[in-house]
């Protein structure tokens, strides 16, 4: 991924924080109720925007699953960051990688890549299942209007989708169904891959002599 693209989308966040209605005065008490599965006073697709931001993640940790020890600038800091930031955190890295970031993977993640997309990919739907039938669009649609973390959070989730995207197009393969968020990804790691051959344009390297 490039590190203009990075550096587009990262700027493009911090704009949209900035930009972003104000947040109501018990979002933390919210916050809180929604991790522990205390849902019965929330929209149900506000539910589920959030929980695929906790997806998302997982995802993107398995795309890049090589340059989690990188060095001499290891991706895993700015991934577990992700948890809580999203793309705010991650974005960052593609941008400070060096030239010459060499890539470390961690072998376990190779072997956890299909039971993990499985697992995601059962998760999503499962969720998404619930939001058709219990939510309301027009509902979200007004959180994500009036609701600053939501609206941020709309943004967060465009951001990851298109990094997802993008990682994709360059590792190879039916890149294709990541145009369907989350679920198109959770497939496409599922299927066969082949070492990334892309891995130095992943991590920023190709992109710092472009």
């Not at 587009?8 to 900035?18: E, F, R, S």
């Not at 697709?45 to 060095?71: K, S």
């Not at 994500?144 to 197009?169: E, N």
Request: glycine fraction near 10%; charge should be positive; hydrophobic fraction near 55%.
């Amino acid at each position: 991924m490039k590190r203009w693209i990075a550096a587009t989308l990262w700027v493009g966040l911090l704009i949209v924080v900035a930009i972003a209605p104000a947040q109501p005065p018990e979002l933390l008490a919210w916050l809180v109720d929604l991790m522990l599965g205390r849902w019965q006073d929330s929209e149900p697709w506000v539910v589920v925007h959030f929980m695929m931001m906790g997806i998302w993640p997982v995802l993107l940790i398995m795309q890049l699953r090589e340059h989690m020890g990188a060095r001499p600038l290891p991706l895993w800091p700015f991934a577990m960051g992700m948890f809580a930031l999203g793309g705010y955190a991650l974005l960052p890295w593609f941008v400070l990688a060096p030239a010459r970031n060499e890539a470390r993977p961690w072998g376990f993640l190779e072997k956890a890549r299909r039971p993990v997309a499985a697992i995601s990919l059962l998760s999503a739907l499962g969720f998404a299942a619930w939001g058709l039938a219990s939510g309301s669009p027009a509902a979200w649609w007004a959180s994500a209007t009036g609701d600053g973390f939501v609206f941020a959070m709309g943004f967060d989730f465009l951001a990851l989708w298109l990094t997802s995207l993008l990682l994709a197009r360059e590792r190879g393969g039916p890149w294709g169904v990541c145009l369907i968020p989350v679920l198109g990804t959770a497939g496409y790691l599922m299927l066969p891959q082949g070492p990334a051959s892309a891995s130095r344009s992943i991590s920023g390297s190709s992109s710092a002599s472009k």
